[in-house]
Every structure is written in C-alpha cells, then in structure tokens.
C-alpha cells in the first residue's frame, strides 16, 4: 500500500517568513507532485519531479520553489509567504515514466496571516 | 475559460436512484481522462480510468465523447458512501501535466 505523508496538517505561517512543506513517500515512485486546492478552482499544479535533482514547472509556479535531493522526499518551498498563498497544499506521486494514477498525502493546510 | 470545467453541483440523489454528471475540456490535445473522487477533508483517490469505448466499473459507467470534448460519469442504484466530490482529470501529450476539475458534489440522501 502506497503511503504518501506530509509534514504537517496545518500549519499557520506570517508574511514574508519562510515555509517549508515535505512530502515522503515510500513507495521508491519516481514521479512527485505539488499542487494547491482552492475552491472553485480545483487543484492546480505547482511544480512536479520525475527524477532525484529534475524539476518541471507547473501551472502556477511563481512564489514557490521545489527540492528533491532524496528519491522518496519532496519539498515545497514558499522563500517568502504571502496572504495569497493561503492554500490546501497537496503532494502525488506516481509510478513510472508513463503512469497515471497519483496517489495523494493527506494534505496541509497553510494560512499565511 | 479554465480548461477544464465541471457543474460544482451538489447534485442531491435519493439512495438508489441514478446520477450523471459531465466534465467539459478546451484542450483538444487531452489524451488520457480519469475521474477521482475525493471524500470532505481527504485527498483524492483515482475512481476510474476513461476509456474511448467507455468502461464501467461496477455500479460506475464513465463515457468520453472526443467530439463535444467532454466526459461523464454515471452512478447507478447510489449509495449513502458515494457522497462525495469527483474530480475530472485530464493529461495532454505533455506528461507530468494533470488538469483537474474544481469537481461536483454529490450528496446522496436516505
């Protein structure tokens, strides 16, 4: 059974400081992903990663950076958070170079005040 | 226009009865489609692939129509468990690209 965890549930941050989301998994899946879920918007994609040290942008990658040293963690990283990034934060991963069911952590909540 | 859209609903259906929903695309270089359902306060698990031919698993029958450029997803004999929010997901010829939907609500009373 695939496990996908994320560092925090919630996690409530100030302007300008700096956060940082992990993701682990440990299923040695190669592909990783960032998306934000927002109401009536849907998940969007922040950035993703199909290899330790490779990143691909997103939809929606301004205001964030990524980092994957490790095959099995991913992190998210906001250098200075701001109102709007007040979001669901969900990471994926999926196996193989053309798999598509994403398997999903549970989720954290950011609020930026 | 977001690319993909879909009737946030919710869409109320007595126990047992049949609900159909549908998901819009713009992007007709959309390759492959999946529907994934996620329950209030969890995250999403894929459902159901979306097959050319339409697939059904189960009491779930998912159609794609290239065409008109939409998917749908019909719940048969609905349970009081299939309350829930789908999301329609879609890739391009660009891997690692998943589009979602906002999703549609279903709420399946007794």
């Known amino acids: 059974d695939v496990k996908v965890t994320q560092s925090s549930r919630y996690l409530v941050k100030r302007t300008g400081e700096k956060v940082f989301l992990e993701c682990v998994q440990d299923m040695d899946h190669e592909n990783m992903f960032w998306y934000r879920q927002d109401p009536g918007l849907g998940l969007r994609l922040i950035y993703f990663?199909?290899?330790?040290?490779?990143?691909e942008k997103g939809d929606i990658p301004e205001g964030y950076s990524v980092s994957r040293e490790k095959k099995e963690r991913f992190s998210l990283i906001l250098e200075s958070a701001s109102t709007n990034q007040t979001s669901m934060y969900l990471c994926a991963t999926c196996t193989g170079a053309m798999s598509y069911e994403q398997y999903f952590g549970p989720g954290t909540r950011l609020t930026v005040t | 226009r977001k690319e993909v859209e879909q009737d946030p609903g919710p869409f109320n259906v007595p126990e047992g009865a049949t609900v159909a929903f549908n998901c819009t695309y713009s992007?007709?270089?959309?390759?492959?489609f999946f529907w994934y359902r996620q329950d209030c306060r969890k995250e999403p698990k894929l459902l159901m692939s979306v097959y050319s031919s339409g697939n059904e698993d189960g009491r779930f029958t998912a159609q794609l129509n290239r065409a008109s450029q939409y998917i749908s997803l019909l719940i048969r004999d609905s349970k009081l468990s299939d309350s829930a929010t789908y999301l329609c997901?879609?890739?391009?010829?660009?891997?690692?690209?998943?589009?979602f939907g906002a999703g549609t609500q279903v709420v399946v009373t007794p």
């Open positions: 992007n007709s270089a959309s390759q492959s």
């Open positions: 997901v879609m890739t391009t010829d660009s891997w690692g690209k998943f589009q």
């Open positions: 990663s199909y290899d330790v040290k490779m990143k």
